[in-house]
């Protein structure tokens, strides 16, 4: 117990780590991205002032255009007769000057010439009218908000192709082996908004590291690999030798292994080989370095009460997994993460070093899991 202890206090802490490595982090520069490109990254500013959508009524069903008023008291007993057919028009499409409803196919018949209507209307059936989807003067996007497929939608209803956006460009450094976990890093941080480079894998020796990191024109390069003890740490090597090494071995489970630097200005996240420090990893440091990058608000979590006790270690910052069960958290896995964890877990949060984990029925604010990747 006394060496446990004695590992544990030779961690840095999570907090301190994440204040190193964020001190001096600013938004990197906005850019305009078509709308394919645009979803997961972070709006740049309050994107345009909106013109009402609809722009005009439009109909929401196939139907017969009227004014409401001309239709009073109109049924199968008492049919209001036409001299002429009335206006058609399809869903979507915008209503004549002068209707204010629209009547389903069935309830208006032709009668040899003529034609008769066997049911009424009130104002607006069948109708979206102006504005009703966006008011006009709204603004299409927040500064900081993640862009959605909904937003998309109301980009592309409005007729935009591209947003601007702050999407960081982030480099992963494969060192092998290590290819499954480089990967999804990879696919996590594209999900994240960033703008991924290929992954590239480097020679585990400290000079090619140290090559690649001078090459990198990344706001955020992340090593995968070589950050083990003894002859397992070659990643720290390079960093000591040419760059800042901020801290090596954190107070994070799982993770500890993880490694934060600074080369030039740029900084660097070395991870873990085994993908479940990885994720760790990325949860506890790589998402608020990104964050920070692309000037993304900080998240809000969902407070639901604990379907049952979390235990924790005092000293160490862990990563619980959660799944949504009977409107509260059901913990799945915390400190450990096995992989499969992963695809039954809704959310996720961390427990503070400072604390001894959580009793059941306690109030926790927690992170979605989504498929697209973590919040």
């Given at each position: 117990?006394?060496?446990?202890?004695?590992?544990?206090?030779?961690?840095?802490?999570?907090?301190?780590?994440?204040?190193?490595?964020?001190?001096?982090?600013?938004?990197?520069?906005?850019?305009?991205?078509?709308?394919?490109?645009?979803?997961?990254?972070?709006?740049?500013?309050?994107?345009?002032?909106?013109?009402?959508?609809?722009?005009?009524?439009?109909?929401?069903?196939?139907?017969?255009?009227?004014?409401?008023?001309?239709?009073?008291?109109?049924?199968?007993?008492?049919?209001?007769?036409?001299?002429?057919?009335?206006?058609?028009?399809?869903?979507?499409?915008?209503?004549?000057?002068?209707?204010?409803?629209?009547?389903?196919?069935?309830?208006?018949?032709?009668?040899?010439?003529?034609?008769?209507?066997?049911?009424?209307?009130?104002?607006?059936?069948?109708?979206?009218?102006?504005?009703?989807?966006?008011?006009?003067?709204?603004?299409?996007?927040?500064?900081?908000?993640?862009?959605?497929?909904?937003?998309?939608?109301?980009?592309?209803?409005?007729?935009?192709?591209?947003?601007?956006?702050?999407?960081?460009?982030?480099?992963?450094?494969?060192?092998?082996?290590?290819?499954?976990?480089?990967?999804?890093?990879?696919?996590?941080?594209?999900?994240?908004?960033?703008?991924?480079?290929?992954?590239?894998?480097?020679r585990c020796d400290a000079q090619s590291i140290a090559g690649a990191l001078q090459a990198s024109e990344a706001?955020?390069?992340?090593?995968?690999?070589?950050?083990?003890?003894?002859?397992?740490?070659?990643?720290?090597?390079?960093?000591?030798?040419h760059g800042t090494l901020i801290a090596h071995g954190i107070a994070l489970s799982p993770g500890r292994m993880?490694?934060?630097?600074?080369?030039?200005?740029?900084?660097?996240?070395?991870?873990?080989?085994?993908?479940?420090?990885?994720?760790?990893?990325?949860?506890?440091?790589?998402?608020?370095?990104?964050?920070?990058?692309?000037?993304?608000?900080?998240?809000?979590?969902?407070?639901?009460?604990?379907?049952?006790?979390?235990?924790?270690?005092?000293?160490?910052?862990?990563?619980?997994?959660?799944?949504?069960?009977?409107?509260?958290?059901?913990?799945?896995?915390?400190?450990?993460?096995?992989?499969?964890?992963?695809?039954?877990?809704?959310?996720?949060?961390?427990?503070?070093?400072?604390?001894?984990?959580?009793?059941?029925?306690?109030?926790?604010?927690?992170?979605?899991?989504?498929?697209?990747?973590?919040?």
């Amino acid at each position: 117990m006394l060496q446990q202890h004695a590992a544990i206090g030779a961690l840095t802490p999570l907090n301190t780590v994440l204040h190193r490595l964020l001190e001096g982090l600013s938004p990197v520069n906005a850019e305009m991205v078509a709308l394919h490109q645009a979803c997961g990254c972070v709006a740049a500013d309050e994107q345009l002032t909106m013109p009402p959508l609809p722009p005009a009524n439009r109909a929401e069903i196939d139907g017969w255009a009227f004014r409401a008023i001309d239709l009073s008291g109109a049924s199968a007993f008492s049919p209001v007769m036409l001299a002429a057919q009335p206006a058609w028009v399809a869903e979507g499409e915008t209503l004549p000057d002068g209707c204010d409803c629209l009547l389903e196919p069935s309830l208006v018949q032709p009668v040899g010439p003529q034609w008769q209507v066997i049911g009424d209307a009130v104002p607006g059936q069948g109708i979206r009218r102006v504005g009703e989807d966006c008011a006009s003067g709204q603004h299409l996007l927040e500064t900081g908000r993640r862009i959605s497929p909904a937003d998309l939608l109301l980009a592309r209803s409005h007729g935009l192709s591209s947003l601007r956006v702050r999407r960081p460009v982030v480099q992963i450094l494969e060192l092998a082996p290590a290819e499954a976990t480089a990967q999804f890093v990879a696919e996590w941080a594209y999900a994240q908004g960033a703008r991924c480079l290929p992954v590239e894998t480097c020679r585990c020796d400290a000079q090619s590291i140290a090559g690649a990191l001078q090459a990198s024109e990344a706001d955020l390069v992340v090593l995968v690999g070589g950050t083990g003890a003894h002859d397992n740490r070659k990643a720290i090597e390079a960093l000591a030798a040419h760059g800042t090494l901020i801290a090596h071995g954190i107070a994070l489970s799982p993770g500890r292994m993880t490694a934060v630097a600074r080369a030039g200005n740029r900084p660097v996240i070395a991870l873990p080989a085994l993908a479940s420090h990885a994720i760790a990893g990325c949860l506890g440091l790589v998402a608020p370095a990104l964050r920070r990058l692309s000037g993304a608000a900080e998240p809000w979590p969902i407070a639901l009460p604990l379907a049952r006790k979390i235990s924790s270690t005092v000293g160490i910052a862990e990563i619980a997994l959660l799944k949504l069960q009977d409107e509260g958290w059901m913990p799945v896995a915390a400190g450990d993460l096995p992989l499969v964890s992963l695809s039954v877990a809704d959310a996720w949060l961390i427990l503070a070093a400072t604390s001894e984990g959580y009793s059941a029925g306690t109030v926790v604010g927690a992170f979605p899991l989504h498929v697209t990747g973590f919040t």
